[in-house]
């Protein structure tokens, strides 16, 4: 549906957008998720027109978008500041885009009830925006973005401006509308876990460069360098050294400690690496107790946050070199608290250990799913 080959777009020095590949299936929800100036919207305003590529092309169902002005691609757009007009009401909001795009206007009382009702605000049609609550606004803006029927809803960071109880709502209610509608959608946040709520799929950007594409879970159980693997989940990091390696696992020695790691990485005996253990994955517990896991390393409980459904430990470890491991508890009700100050003992899994090259990132652009190459 939407298909995007060797993007650039450069600013003076910044490059904005370096060499970006990637598609997207149709009725596929996929966001562009990184931090703060990685390029997201530089790509977004591309794709809707609104900025064009240096190098590169854009397809959306199968035409090249060189020449198609903003206007006249079929996209819908929820930003993260609401273009409401204040003096019309939600119903007028909505019927709008039916208006400017000549819509019989027999047909548009239907589609204005039809797509409010979507939304979940057929009693409030009468309502200008200053009378409606965040939440219901952000609706009316949904709305009037699927009304006429786009072959693609883009979508810019629409729930930051949200408390978060009332974003984590809408980022269900986004996904149910999506897929009632089965429209095509991509979506930039900076917010991990909205990418991995309501995604299909997800890209990692950080520099202009993309990182990984993937669907959330293989995203989350493979990342493929240590920017994805920090970025997405709570990740703490430390170096070490190959010493011996198999197909199966990777035997590493950091600090005064020897470990396994996931195999498969082809390291080579004698290369430095950055070790990757996620919080959830670290088992904590008493020194004196039975073996659970492959790894296990003594440490010193430095901070401990009660969280409600889990407890957040922050655990020094002097044999890794004073890294501190951020582990979680999911079950702080049936299992033993630690106290600061107490030793304790941190155990993982070797498929848990993640051994990625040290060293800056790879300029990687992966695909899950490749697709053919682009002819002009
Ligand atoms: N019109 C412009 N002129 C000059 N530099 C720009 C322009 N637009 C973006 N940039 C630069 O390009 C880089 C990418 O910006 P972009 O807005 O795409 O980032 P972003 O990931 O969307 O960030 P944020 O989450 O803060 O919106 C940044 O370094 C930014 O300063």
Known sequence: ??????????????????????????????????????????????????????????RIGGVRMDRVPAWQRSIGMVFQKLALFPHMTAAENVAYPLKMRRFDPARIPGLVDDYLALVRLAEFKDRRPHELSGGQQQRVAIARALVFGPDLLLLDEPLSALDRKLREDMQLEFRRIQQELGVTTINVTHDQREALVMSDRIVVMEGGVIQQADDPVSLYRRPENPFVARFIGVTSMFPGRVTAETPEAVTVTAGEATLKARGGAALGAGAAVECAIRAEQIAIGPRDGAPRFENAVDGIVRQRIFEGERMVYAVEVPGLGGAVLNVFDHDPVSHSVYD??????????????????????????????PTGSLTT
């Open 340 to 369: 600061e100050a107490q030793p304790v003992r941190l155990e993982w899994a070797a498929r848990d250990l993640i051994a990625f090259p040290a060293g800056p990132a790879p300029a990687v652009t992966t695909e899950h799913k």
């Open 1 to 58: 549906m939407v298909e995007i080959a060797g993007v650039s777009r450069v600013f003076g020095t910044v490059a904005a957008v370096s060499n970006a590949t990637l598609h997207v299936d149709r009725g596929d929800f996929l966001t562009v998720v990184g931090p703060s100036g990685c390029g997201k919207t530089t790509l977004l305003r591309m794709i809707a027109g609104f900025d064009r590529p240096d190098a590169g092309e854009i």
